[in-house]
């Protein structure tokens, strides 16, 4: 049952609903600990993250008939998440992100190919950047989504997610010059 690809798990939990879940824990149990990972630092707090989460799930769950395979399931999981962080951002009245987000925490859980250099450098760089740069960052280096994945949770434009990533990378490369 567990060799089931994510397009059978998302047909079989679709089949199942409203009464039959099992199918459904199947398909969101490896995204669930990433989840909270990526909710805790947009957050910055566990239990805060814990309860996006869990809404997150609540809502996939409640509009998983609705899913199309416009975008993977993992990037249609990470935008419910990532606009159920926006929306408790927006409750606690804090649009204040930059003091906000762990960047060493960020950074430093980033997977590296011995990239220190980099990991620095982006460190030192994080403070001056906009919450939505530094979101694109989290979820380009911290999750390894695509490109078009960013830019659907982010609800941008492709070009636009490249853009800013590739302006990100050119100022690393003149502070590392």
Not at 13 to 31: H, W
Request: aromatic share 10%; proline share 3%.
């Amino acid at each position: 049952m567990t060799s089931l690809s994510e397009q059978q798990l998302v047909l079989l939990a679709q089949q199942g609903l409203p009464y039959d879940t099992r199918f459904f824990q199947l398909l969101v149990k490896p995204y669930v600990s990433p989840l909270v990972g990526y909710c805790t630092k947009l957050l910055n707090d566990g239990h805060d993250a814990e309860d996006a989460v869990q809404e997150t799930l609540i809502k996939a769950l409640s509009h998983l008939k609705q899913f199309s395979w416009q975008t993977s399931f993992r990037a249609w999981l990470y935008r419910i998440a990532h606009n159920e962080c926006i929306d408790r951002l927006r409750m606690r009245q804090r649009w204040s992100f930059d003091s906000d987000v762990d960047i060493e925490g960020l950074i430093s859980s980033t997977p590296s190919d011995n990239d220190d250099d980099f990991q620095h450098f982006l460190l030192q760089l994080m403070p001056e950047l906009s919450w939505i740069d530094k979101n694109i960052m989290l979820l380009r280096y911290r999750t390894s989504l695509d490109f078009q994945e960013i830019a659907d949770i982010c609800e941008m434009k492709l070009s636009a997610v490249k853009m800013r990533h590739s302006r990100i990378i050119e100022a690393l490369q003149n502070k590392f010059d």
